[in-house]
């Protein structure tokens, strides 16, 4: 009975909090944009400048779109990505492709074509090349994150503001409070995610590989993953909960290949990061794209599970554990 | 005088905050370092490695980010509390806010600026050689314009979750649309007016023109641009912010 009261409770506080609903409505177009223009920069044509005062024979090429240009370019064109390559034409007749972005494979390939030379057809093609689908859940796992410790903010207001103190005093146990701020902030996070996860389904049509069972599940598995996280920080922290959590979602995100998949090499770190929940997800989230079944990730559902409980039942040990030592008062 | 006081004290705030302290010098040498070591294979070339690219971006992410710091000098409960005092002392309302802002501003380039040292001279990064100084002034403008950004949020908005939920994010999006994590070149429609409205894409642009082209075209433009902003920001402040709300 009493969590229910509790998310009335929160309800209702919400409207002084417009600013809540607004950042949330802000961040779901901003992820469905970034999401779309992150898809479609990777299937668009690399862009190839050429230097050179007589170029005529410009081959045309359905991968590249090669613009020619007179003046030389200086390298930060190439370091920021306005062109991907620069090819400059040497005194034989020979060319010499540049880039700063794009890995060794795909400028050879460039320099192969320029010179005549065949592409060999498997070279096109990296091996960590990551689905729509998959790569839309990665950027959207530290939004979910960040929002999710916007959406906690209740708890720790109600100890700054003393008000943590009154509730206790009546008949609600510190469990109650806890699963009451976890069902309103999974709530709060899960509508708009799934929300904007649909949306993009819709606008990107069958490019993204899931069905709406599995977004549903999917999106379910992250936000709960990101409340306990939220509660969890709220627990162990006293101040600066919005800014150490921003801290630590975006290096985790990044460990965890959320934007860049990648292979350090060396394995202490690599299983050390396959511990870690949200490399599970982006696991999962790649295996289902490709078509997997369910079951084949039930390590990985464990992994995140595990956690999730992990961080969960540590927030409310230790907000038993202050609230014995007298802090709230 | 006593606005100088008063910035004193709110730098010695800032200075005993271990969680600020340790997030503007952790965050960009974790990021740099975690992002120099994944994207290394994607960096084919001898002039610019990983490790060159990513000193440069993340003190720019950086001092981007330095709105959340602001917001909590200027509107966290504990800090308030002194802060009320120095409301009713006898001073113009102007000192008030202008003093968060430039302690905070002040607190950022001390920690910046000794990064982007040591990146160069220690850990071999390529900041200019000696143009390291102009890239410097490019970044602590930004911090300028970052600070005064969120100094205009917490005078709106008053009240330092609601800042810390909307500021960061108009900023996010301005780094988003950076050059750093998507490149200048994607060309469809609606990316390129973005690319054009982000204040922070002409630091980023500006900078790898200083250091790889020896490239001033864009300096003063940028840091004129930003000045202009921050003092927007500024005239916002002078106009929204009430004592009485301050207060309450």
């Known amino acids: 009975m009493s969590i229910i009261n509790l998310l009335k409770n929160k309800i209702s506080r919400m409207r002084t909090r417009q600013d809540m609903v607004v950042s949330a409505l802000i961040i779901i177009p901003i992820v469905i944009i970034a999401a779309v223009s992150f898809s479609g920069s990777k299937n668009s044509k690399l862009s190839i400048a050429v230097v050179s005062d007589n170029y005529n024979n410009i081959q045309e090429d359905n991968n590249y779109k090669i613009t020619v240009l007179s003046q030389k370019l200086g390298f930060s064109d190439l370091a920021l990505g306005i062109y991907d390559f620069v090819v400059k034409e040497n005194n034989d007749g020979h060319y010499t492709v540049e880039t700063a972005l794009q890995d060794n494979v795909k400028k050879q390939d460039v320099q192969k074509l320029f010179n005549n030379e065949k592409i060999s057809s498997q070279s096109t093609k990296t091996e960590s090349e990551r689905g729509v689908g998959s790569s839309l859940l990665g950027l959207i796992v530290l939004f979910v994150i960040i929002e999710g410790t916007t959406l906690t903010v209740f708890f720790p207001n109600d100890i700054t503001f003393k008000t943590l103190k009154r509730i206790f005093t009546s008949e609600v146990s510190e469990k109650s409070y806890i699963i009451a701020q976890f069902i309103f902030t999974f709530i709060g996070l899960y509508v708009p995610t799934f929300i904007a996860v649909a949306i993009s389904k819709a606008i990107l049509g069958n490019d993204i590989g899931y069905s709406t069972y599995v977004i549903a599940l999917l999106t379910a598995v992250i936000t709960g993953l990101s409340t306990a996280f939220a509660l969890f920080m709220s627990s162990i922290m006293r101040d600066n909960i919005q800014i150490a959590s921003c801290f630590i979602a975006l290096i985790v995100s990044l460990i965890c290949g959320c934007f860049y998949k990648f292979n350090s090499g060396i394995k202490i770190i690599d299983s050390i990061c396959n511990l870690l929940p949200i490399s599970s997800y982006m696991n999962i989230a790649e295996g289902l794209e490709k078509g997997n079944s369910l079951f084949q990730y039930r390590l990985g559902f464990l992994n995140l599970a595990l956690w999730t409980i992990v961080m969960l039942v540590i927030g409310v040990l230790i907000t038993h554990r202050r609230l014995k030592n007298g802090e709230f008062n | ?248």
């Open chain 2, 1 to 248: 005088m006593s606005f100088v006081n008063i910035v004193k004290f709110d730098l010695k705030n800032i200075f005993k905050t271990p969680m600020l302290v340790i997030v503007n010098t952790l965050e960009p040498l974790v990021l740099y370092i975690i992002l120099g070591v994944i994207m290394k294979n994607k960096f084919s070339n001898k002039i610019m490695s990983s490790f060159d690219f990513y000193a440069v971006t993340t003190l720019i992410i950086s001092a981007t980010m330095i709105v959340m710091t602001t917001s909590n000098i200027f509107l966290d409960e504990k800090v308030k509390r002194g802060n009320r005092r120095v409301v009713y002392a006898p001073i113009s309302k102007g000192q008030v806010y202008l003093s968060k802002l430039v302690s905070t501003f002040i607190f950022a380039i001390i920690l910046f600026d000794i990064l982007a040292f040591i990146e160069q001279y220690i850990f071999k990064c390529n900041f200019g050689g000696k143009n390291i100084i102009f890239v410097i002034i490019l970044i602590d403008a930004l911090t300028f314009f970052a600070c005064s950004l969120s100094t205009a949020g917490c005078c709106i908005l008053k009240n330092e979750d609601k800042v810390n939920s909307i500021i960061p994010l108009i900023t996010s999006v301005f780094l988003f649309f950076s050059g750093i994590f998507v490149p200048l070149g994607t060309d469809s429609g609606i990316m390129k007016v973005f690319f054009s409205l982000s204040p922070v894409r002409y630091v980023t642009e500006c900078s790898m023109q200083i250091i790889y082209d020896n490239n001033f075209a864009l300096f003063y433009k940028t840091i004129i641009m930003l000045m202009i902003l921050s003092i927007i920001c500024i005239l916002i402040c002078k106009f929204t912010f009430k004592v009485e709300e301050y207060v309450r």
